[in-house]
């Protein structure tokens, strides 16, 4: 199929050189470049996706292919349908399709169907290209759109792309193209964008679907986003990072009814030794109810003694924390075996962490300095530094650069209900600082 563009001066300029000259404005030239495997990318008019999809596309490394999953608007053609074959024409040239990665996929599914009419007056595919051509002029494409259809159905033509990919030996990057919530008021699409952008940040593709249905969250790409997390999962990925969300309202400024957008980047990141070590701790002994030993090989950051918190987070909210004010262990392996434990099984705010709940926790282990004495709140920092605040035996700790935490008289709060200590009783501050690991 050779097609022609349907969008062009609607979405974006008709005209080459004014169509250059906007995503120019829109794209960061000096933006460090990631490996990624694939993104999250929203397929609106420029004027009010375009700095959203600028930003996420800038961080991007190229490579040779970029498959594209769009949703299908329209209703016409087949429900998952791929073109195989053939060029997309834009203002700024045409772009081919990727015959044999695209036909190979096509040879491996069992639910894809070779269709161009499906994407003949679709449009969540098309204005993507533009942006690539910015800055890959020859790149080559898979696009595929998809519709209605089971989420089992979507996890399978994740699976096969990444089995093509994988047969084909072929450098290619993962675009989903989709827009979040759709004509709600501001604040409330933002809310539950942050429910549905959580799962993803997670790469849940289960979650984002129940989040979606239960928070009825008008996200057109829900299908693309879940292949593409399988697709992602299965060729190594690890984590995602959301580049920028922002709404039609911060272009119109009628927040009254906006639609949400979304740039996600997901990329496969070694985790650091000190927070494998957490997780390993913690799936032994969830699962079998056993004890690791430290590691025979200890890396620098393992045998030094200091206190150490290991922190759980379970879809953007904590789910446990322990840790120790100054060192019980030999070294910081030890400590972190201890505290991993004991932050997912013994923190009093929170249940046991279930077999069930492993696949959806972020860790950090926050390693701390010695405590030096303080005194004088003014030389308090509740970005850098940690608080103890100590009376008699009583003592309670917070860890700098907490969510919602931006005053020195709210890290001494939060401390002081810690302990238990009343206002007025006569304390000792002690300031520290953490190594973070994530």
């Known amino acids: 199929m050779d097609r022609q563009p349907v969008v062009a001066g609607q979405f974006y300029p008709a005209s080459a050189s004014q169509l250059r000259a906007m995503i120019e404005q829109m794209v960061d030239e000096e933006a460090e470049k990631q490996d990624v495997i694939g993104l999250v990318c929203p397929h609106a008019g420029y004027v009010y996706s375009g700095p959203v999809a600028g930003a996420v596309i800038s961080r991007v490394k190229f490579k040779d292919t970029f498959i594209i999953l769009g949703p299908n608007h329209t209703g016409r053609g087949k429900p998952l349908s791929i073109t195989a074959k053939g060029k997309w024409q834009t203002p700024l040239g045409d772009v081919e399709v990727d015959a044999e990665l695209a036909g190979h996929l096509l040879s491996l599914t069992h639910h894809l169907q070779e269709d161009d009419a499906a994407q003949l007056f679709e449009h969540s595919i098309e204005v993507q290209l533009p942006f690539l051509q910015y800055f890959q002029p020859d790149i080559r494409i898979v696009p595929i759109t998809l519709s209605f259809a089971s989420i089992d159905a979507y996890k399978e033509i994740g699976r096969e792309i990444a089995r093509a990919i994988g047969d084909t030996g072929r450098e290619a990057v993962i675009m989903a193209s989709s827009d979040m919530t759709h004509y709600e008021p501001h604040d409330i699409a933002a809310r539950k964008d942050r429910q549905a952008i ?69 990329k496969a990141v070694a985790m650091h ?166």
């Open 198 to 266: 959580d799962a993803i940040l997670h790469l849940d593709e289960d979650e984002l679907f129940r989040r979606v249905e239960e928070h009825h969250i008008s996200m057109c790409g829900v299908a693309p986003v879940a292949s593409l997390i399988v697709a992602a999962r299965e060729l190594g990925a690890t984590s995602a990072e959301l580049v920028r969300y922002q709404t039609s309202g911060d272009t119109s400024g009628d927040y009254s009814a906006v639609v949400g957008y979304a740039g996600i980047i997901i």
């Open 273 to 438: 030794p000190l927070v494998q070590l957490a997780r390993d701790t913690i799936e032994a002994y969830v699962n079998e109810g056993r004890v690791l030993s430290p590691p025979r090989e200890l890396t620098p950051e393992m045998k030094q003694k200091a206190g150490v918190f290991v922190s759980l987070h379970k879809f953007g909210e904590l789910r446990g924390c322990i840790g120790t004010f100054e060192p019980t262990q030999p070294n910081v392996a030890g400590e972190i075996i201890s505290n991993a434990i004991s932050s997912a099984t013994l923190d009093p705010r929170f249940p046991p962490v279930a077999p069930e709940e492993l696949r959806d926790l972020e860790y950090s282990v926050d390693v701390l300095t010695k405590p030096r004495p303080v005194k004088d709140e003014k030389e308090l920092d509740p970005k850098k530094y940690g608080v103890i605040v100590e009376c008699g035996f009583r003592r309670g700790l917070l860890l700098p650069d907490l969510e919602g935490v931006d005053t020195v008289n709210q890290q001494v709060d939060i401390c002081c209900q810690k302990a238990g200590i009343l206002p007025g009783e006569p304390v000792n501050l002690y300031a520290f600082e953490v190594k973070r690991y994530k």
